[in-house]
């Protein structure tokens, strides 16, 4: 999947994407306390350190679902 932002080729068919992206030393550590987060069955905090890491996905859905279950379990 390509987003809006891509440029063509010299090829009529090929596109070239211009994506964000962390660097690996910056992801890789997120990414570890985000497994960490979902070991521990910790979905609120799951749930925020993805939305933090792809920002633009839109994750509504997920973060209510991860609110819902924090609030569930104060009870």
Do not use: C, Y
Not at 46 to 64: F, G, H, K, M, S
């Amino acid at each position: 999947m390509i987003g809006d932002n891509a440029e063509p080729t010299s090829h009529p068919r090929i596109m070239l994407a211009k994506e964000k992206f962390l660097p690996a030393d910056q992801l890789e550590p997120a990414l570890a306390a985000m497994f960490v987060d979902a070991r521990n069955e910790d979905s609120a905090a799951a749930v925020t350190a993805l939305i933090r890491l792809v920002p633009e996905a839109n994750l509504t859905a997920a973060a209510e679902m991860a609110a819902a279950e924090r609030g569930a379990g104060t009870d």
